[in-house]
């Protein structure tokens, strides 16, 4: 299936590592111009690098670090890869402070992260969202904003915040031919990841989730990035509004 990403520019908060570099990646291989950012500048220059060399030329691809709590920071990097590129078709709002403790600095760090993170990357990107043709906005959420689970505390919450706010936004901004969805990720596995951690760290934690998985794994991160990449592209071109769970069916609430 051809997405119709060819050409199109897209920017990837959070795309180093995990689920966000394996975005990063499909946009690349669909030839995608694909800005990303990390907090990590020696990991941006690699990720940069590598995807440089992936794309062979075909497409163009640049990074910076940025903390996307950092509001000025993050609507100025928006601006400057809009200039670079000469406008923006898609963003994808993927950083998350992954605090689940109750208490003030985890609240605060999610807000600051995670919602507000989401709310400043669209502020910044509207005019050009407003000015393309293929306009979409995706916030990656999680299972724990649906389900009550050992995440419920701030992550979950404001996970749910995300998908709250991104359906309002493809309500609102339809008319003007923009779209916006979130996905859902179940419990995703990758190096260096949470879960890899958990695994090492909290060895009872990781087999009571995994048992809860009916496909008897997690998911890879690029099985997210394939349901981010399509809900972005033109191809899913009447596909607003919706939050697409990708769990393996891990979570048992119907979605009606």
């Known amino acids: 299936m051809d997405l119709k990403l060819n050409g199109l520019k897209a920017l990837v908060t ?27 500048r020696a990991a941006v220059e690699r990720t940069v690098a590598d995807l440089t060399r992936r794309a062979a030329g075909a497409v163009r691809v640049t990074g ?6 950092d ?3 993050l609507q100025a990097w928006t601006r400057s890869v809009a200039e670079q590129f000469d406008g923006l078709d898609i963003v994808v709002a993927n950083v998350s402070a992954l605090s689940i ?23 910044a990107a509207m005019p050009y969202l407003e000015a393309s043709q293929a306009a979409s906005i995706v916030g990656i959420a999680s299972v724990s904003a649906r389900e009550i689970d050992f995440a ?3 992550y979950g919450t404001f996970k749910a915040a995300v ?20 996905v859902s990720p179940g419990n995703t596995y990758f190096a260096g990841g949470i879960w890899e951690n958990i695994e090492r760290n909290n060895p009872k934690l990781f087999a009571d989730s995994l048992a809860l998985n009916p ?19 033109p191809t899913a071109s009447f596909v607003s509004g919706t939050n697409l769970v990708v769990d393996g069916a891990l979570t048992r609430g119907v979605q009606f």
Request: proline fraction near 3%.
């Open 215 to 233: 496909t008897g794994r997690m998911a890879r991160p690029e099985e997210i990035a394939n349901a981010v990449v399509f809900i972005a592209s």
């Open 64 to 69: 910076a670090a940025v903390d996307v709590a």
């Open 14 to 40: 959070g795309g180093t590592r995990g689920i966000g570099l394996a975005i990063a990646q499909a946009f690349v291989a669909e030839g995608a111009d694909v800005a990303l950012c990390s907090r990590d």
């Open 163 to 182: 998908v709250h706010y991104l359906q309002g936004l493809a309500y609102q901004l339809a008319p003007k031919g923009i779209r916006a969805n979130t």
């Open 152 to 154: 419920a505390g701030p």
């Open 101 to 123: 403790a109750d208490e003030v600095d985890a609240w605060k760090a999610e807000f600051e992260t995670d919602m507000m993170g989401t709310v400043n990357l669209v502020h």
């Open 71 to 73: 509001r000025d920071a």
